[in-house]
């Protein structure tokens, strides 16, 4: 049961965006995220057109959205900010998508604190790309978050070292038409409203 919300343009831009992500995710076959990663991810979240800026600060600024299981199936989609962190764009452009797989609790765990620093407060790792059981790596089975980036349609495993993850309210507030926290959507409470539900009904394929 979906719920219409008042959700802004430059809101349902960025969730078109994210599906469109998703959907070239799903068809790179051997070039692709490993869909079996896939559903072993606990949530994921995609930043589409995360940005460089001043080049001076190395400066990077996205913003996109996570969704995680529930006992119900995938979790309406939370706003967050991704800011912060030194690499990513070594394969060229000013801008690329994010994909993040949260793999465990403990991942799960930093994302419920509203806030968290990718390397520091959780372990992240570049994810494997491909099919097979390149999924099997020791840094893809310990690490909390994986993490890939996508640049003029090409993936790459990237470990966003540095990088901050944090809610954000403003995108919650435009989707749902009130103030919520990450944690109080991705526990499963909230109804997925109606502009997310094409990007729920790709997360339900894993």
């Known amino acids: 049961s979906f719920v219409a919300t008042p959700a802004s343009g430059q809101t349902l831009a960025r969730m078109e965006d994210t599906v469109a992500v998703f959907d070239e995710l799903a068809t790179m076959g051997d070039r692709a995220i490993p869909a079996d990663l896939l559903k072993k991810a606990q949530c994921v979240a995609i930043v589409p057109g995360l940005k460089k800026g001043a080049f001076v600060v190395g400066a990077k600024y996205g913003r996109g959205f996570v969704s995680c299981r529930t006992d119900a199936g995938w979790s309406a989609p939370a706003g967050i900010r991704m800011e912060g962190g030194s690499i990513g764009f070594q394969i060229g452009g000013t801008e690329v998508d994010v994909v993040l797989a949260i793999m465990n609790r403990r991942g799960v765990d930093r994302l419920l604190s509203n806030r968290f620093t990718l390397g520091a407060d959780a372990s992240v790792a570049a994810g494997p790309i491909g099919r097979t059981a390149a999924a099997q790596t020791d ?36 989707l749902y038409g009130k103030r919520l926290e990450m944690r109080q959507i991705i526990k499963g409470a909230t109804p997925v409203p109606a502009a997310a539900a094409a990007l729920i009904s790709r997360l339900a394929r894993y």
Request: charged share 25%; net charge negative; aromatic share 8%.
């Open 139 to 174: 840094a893809a089975m310990t690490a909390e978050i994986l993490s890939w980036s996508r640049s003029r349609g090409v993936f790459a495993g990237v470990a966003f070292e540095g990088a901050t993850l944090r809610g954000d309210d403003d995108a919650n507030l435009d």
